[in-house]
């Protein structure tokens, strides 16, 4: 732990920060790699929702979730698109040339409690709407959309064609679930984020990321139930939204538009010697509410198997499944 408390420091790394490296820390990378012994998954955010998706659904139903992104023709390109498929995610990727696989770097300091996360895009910036139109028919085949706020920064266009597609056929409509990501999304891409706003139907993200899109909005509270609500009562084209905010050990928060009251959904609280790894909670909490989701279960399960996932996530180091699922409704 004392390594990784060097290394947010050699590299200026904030505690519970969500940033993309710059040129000095994508530096960082090799000097971790000829450092420790490094253990692997397939992400990024979305990749890591969609393998919590089917790690719940089971080796049966392989390829239910359907990802698109972009690597490089390299060793980590082929490793990723090995350990997704191994998950059961059904890989759409586009392959570029002479880029780089883009990486990303956890340091986990204080026992678990706090983490730096640090993205190297590499070939994930080079992820297009062309690629988007090429697997269009996936799009169409499709029932629920999902999408992290990073892709705001990489492909927007991308992102506003398929909020357009959530209305564009109204006998074979869509529903669209969108995260937040982190907080720079709000506070570098807020115009073309609210682009995508009208179009969605839920609507997830973490108490830094709320706050961050409360302030470029000028919602002028910190209170976190109100940013909920207005941020649910935002200009909605697919009629009601509801609003998901996680907050760590704190209960979850769920808005729903035109509605004042705030559900909480509490967490359980684990002796803090159980918590190895905060990193991908959130993933695994979408992964966890999307599964139930696509099964038509009720809201209260989906909130349920969410945080049952994100609490079994943050017990193990990495982004990675128990060996059993256990969740019972």
Request: with cysteine; charged share 25%.
């Amino acid at each position: 732990m004392l390594w990784n408390v060097l290394y947010t420091l050699k590299y200026n790394l904030p505690k519970n920060s969500a940033i993309v490296a710059d040129s000095k820390q994508e530096l960082m990378y090799e000097d971790l790699i000829n450092t420790f012994e490094i253990d692997y998954s397939a992400g990024g955010g979305t990749q890591n929702t969609f393998r919590f998706v089917q790690w719940i659904l089971g080796k049966n139903r392989h390829g239910i979730a359907a990802y698109m992104g972009c690597i490089g023709n390299d060793y980590f390109g082929r490793m990723m698109e090995k350990k997704a498929k191994g998950d059961g995610v059904r890989v759409l990727y586009n392959v570029e040339e002479g880029v780089a696989t883009g990486t990303c770097a956890v340091l986990i300091t204080d026992h678990g409690k706090n983490r730096a996360n640090c993205a190297y895009l590499g070939a994930a910036e080079r992820l297009t709407k062309e690629h988007l139109v090429r697997h269009w028919h996936w799009v169409e085949k499709a029932k629920v959309f999902y999408v992290s706020g990073h892709s705001i920064k990489v492909t927007a266009d991308s992102v506003i064609a398929l909020a357009h597609q959530v209305i564009a056929d109204k006998y074979k409509p869509k529903i669209f679930c969108f995260n937040l990501g982190a907080p720079y999304v709000s506070e570098k891409y807020g115009p073309k984020l609210m682009e995508v706003i009208p179009y969605v139907h839920y609507l997830f993200g973490n108490e830094f990321e709320a706050a961050a899109f409360a302030k470029f909005r000028g919602y002028q509270t910190s209170d976190m139930k109100e940013i909920a609500k207005k941020i649910a009562d935002e200009e909605s084209k697919v009629g009601k939204r509801t609003v998901v905010i996680t907050q760590a050990a704190n209960p979850v928060l769920v808005a729903r538009s035109g509605e004042s009251k705030v559900d909480e959904y509490p967490v359980p609280q684990l002796e803090p010697e159980k918590v190895l790894d905060t990193n991908g909670a959130g993933d695994a909490f979408t992964g966890g509410f999307l599964a139930m989701f696509i099964q038509e279960k009720p809201f209260d399960v989906c909130i349920k198997c969410a945080i049952y996932c994100a609490t079994e996530c943050i017990q193990k180091l990495g982004v990675v499944f128990p060996r059993e699922y256990k969740f019972k409704p």
